[in-house]
Structure formats: structure tokens, C-alpha cells
């Protein structure tokens, strides 16, 4: 076991899977000499030479396009997006094109395709450095969305993610990169896609979430009165998601708070407040409570923590469900 931080977990993942299997490609804007805007893929340039970790132009939609073209001919692409606000420009390649091919085609052309995206506000970074664009791209057919909230986590998922047959959008929460340290197997191992995990169990009041907020839950709990018994779900895959582990849950406590940084409106939570509504109807106590970002562009440094949602007012957002 090596005891790791999310961005070394990242690292090793991606080095035993470069051993492994020589069709992974890595491109992306100073990936290489540099090894990325966070050191993610540090030493890799290095070890594996300039033809496997490809420093591109700044052209999102050109990386994308070459990532799409590349696993189409049978290679296993890994493109890194240095920010989240940076997919706009590769949205009309990875939406219209990676997304579609295997319906296109038939299933004939499949689309191996891993982008590495940081993503998430907390680091004080400027304007298109900061957003947390999930629910845009779990809105769309074809393509597996992943956030994972630990060492462990990154490392298993990620290692799914690469050998997925079909796209995944694997964004990396850029605030906990070097939070924390957790025990990571140095062997490989894999975490299936789409399976969530519960962090604690509770009997009284589920919180499901997602990504760096995971940590800010476990935060607030820790504010909660004893008798307030919470169980906490990290989602991990964001599309396709758990639904049964939710169901479960809620139908054992029977309430709900969906926690996550994006704005409330049609977030992500909006379409696990529905399935909840949906399949868990006669078992809720209480109204299914979001605790989000807010309906505004993310703002600078000095409010930056106001805009996320922080332990205090996740956990405010816990009392207010327990107590209808």
C-alpha cells in the first residue's frame, strides 16, 4: 500500500495502465514537459517519450477531434482539458461525434475515449477555472460522466474509465488534489462504473453527493446533533448513477439532502430529487432538500466560499429536512 494524494493516485493510474496497454495516448495542452497545469502527469513525458503524452496546441477542439479520431482506429486515448471551462470549445466534437459514433455506425465504431478534466471551484482560480459542468454532460446519451472524492477511488475508477469501450468524462475535483492522503493499492485494481459507495451509514436522513463535497459532508455531520443518525452516499459515477443505493437508503431514513457545487437549477440534484419523488413517494417524511452553488456565475476569491456549499450551511440544510 502507498499512502497517496488524489493527483498521485491519478499519476499511478495512468503510468500501470501506459505500462500495460501501448495504445493509451495522453495529449493535452503542456501535459508533457510541464506534466499539466497541476503536475497530474508529471514524469510520464519521461518514462513513455513524446509520442505516447503529446503536448498540444491551446485547441480544445482540435485535441478533442484527434482524441475522437484516434480511438475510432483503434488506439485508447486519454486527452486532458486543462479546465472545465475549456470544454465549450470541444463540446461540438465529443457531443456530436465521440458521443454518437457507436449509434451512428451501428455499434460497428466504438469510441474508447477517457478525458481528464479538473473541475470544481475552492482553489481561488479566475473566471472559466471554476465551474462544475456535470449535470451538461450527463444530459447526454453516449457518454459515462465520473467524479471521483478519493485516492482510492481515483485510481479504480480512472482504470474503468480507460478501458470503458465507449466515452467517459472523468473530472477531477482540482480542490482535494492534495488535500488528503488514503491508502492506494499499488496493484491494479478496478471500481465498476456506476456502482456508488456509501461513506457512513445512518438510519435517520440520507445525503447524497458527489466530488470535493463529499469532504464538507463529512464536515457537517461532525456539527450535527448525536441523535441525528446520517447515511452518507458518494454517487462516484454521475451517469450512469445508482439509483438503487439511493432507493434503499431513503426508503430506510426517509429523507433526502442532494449536496453539490453547481447551481441548483437543473443540476444534477433536480434529476435525483425527481427519481426519489418517483420511487420512494410513500416512504419520505420530508421534501427531498438541495443544498447547492447558486444561480450565479461562480465569483471571485473573496466569495468564493460563500458560493459553495460549505459544512455550515450543508449542515443547516440537514436540520431543516430532520426537522420537517
Not at 12 to 29: F, H, N, Y
Not at 76 to 89: D, S
Not at 172 to 201: Q, S
Request: aromatic share 8%; hydrophobic share 40%.
Amino acid at each position: 500500500m502507498a499512502n497517496l494524494t488524489l493527483v498521485q493516485a491519478i499519476n499511478l493510474a495512468l503510468t500501470q495502465e501506459m505500462e500495460a496497454d501501448d495504445r493509451i495516448v495522453l495529449l493535452g495542452e503542456d501535459i508533457g514537459l510541464n506534466g499539466g497545469v497541476f503536475r497530474v502527469t508529471e514524469g510520464l513525458q519521461q518514462r513513455f517519450g513524446e509520442d505516447r503524452v503529446v503536448d498540444t496546441p491551446l485547441a480544445e477542439s482540435g485535441i478533442m477531434g484527434s482524441a475522437i479520431g484516434l480511438a475510432m482506429a483503434g488506439m485508447r486515448p486519454i486527452p486532458e482539458i486543462q479546465f472545465e471551462g475549456f470544454l465549450g470549445p470541444a463540446y461540438d466534437q465529443l457531443i456530436n461525434h465521440g458521443a454518437r459514433y457507436r449509434t451512428r455506425s451501428r455499434g460497428a465504431i466504438t469510441v474508447p475515449l477517457t478525458v481528464r478534466v479538473p473541475v470544481g471551484g475552492g482553489i481561488h482560480a479566475p473566471e472559466l477555472h471554476s465551474d462544475s459542468p456535470e449535470a451538461i454532460y450527463a444530459h447526454h446519451p453516449g457518454i459515462k460522466v465520473v467524479m471521483p472524492a478519493s485516492p482510492y477511488d481515483a485510481k479504480g475508477l480512472l482504470i474503468s474509465a480507460i478501458r470503458d469501450p465507449d466515452p467517459v468524462i472523468y473530472f477531477e475535483p482540482k480542490r482535494i488534489y492534495r488535500a488528503f492522503r488514503e491508502e492506494v493499492p499499488e496493484d491494479e485494481y478496478t471500481i465498476p462504473l456506476g456502482k456508488a459507495k456509501i461513506v457512513e451509514e445512518g438510519s435517520d436522513l440520507t445525503i447524497v453527493t458527489w466530488g470535493a463535497p463529499v469532504l464538507q459532508c463529512l464536515e457537517a455531520m461532525d456539527k450535527l446533533p448525536d441523535d441525528i443518525s446520517v447515511e452518507l452516499i458518494d454517487l462516484r459515477t454521475i451517469y450512469p448513477y445508482d439509483m438503487d443505493c439511493i432507493e434503499e437508503s431513503v426508503r430506510k431514513t426517509g429523507r433526502c439532502v442532494v449536496v453539490h457545487e453547481a447551481p441548483k437549477t437543473s443540476g444534477f440534484g433536480a434529476e435525483i430529487a425527481a427519481m426519489v419523488q418517483e420511487r420512494c413517494f410513500l416512504h419520505l417524511e420530508a421534501p427531498v432538500q438541495r443544498v447547492t452553488g447558486y444561480d450565479t456565475i461562480m465569483p471571485y476569491y473573496k466569495l468564493e466560499l460563500d458560493y459553495l456549499p460549505e459544512a455550515d450551511r450543508i449542515a443547516e440544510g440537514v436540520m431543516a429536512c430532520a426537522a420537517y
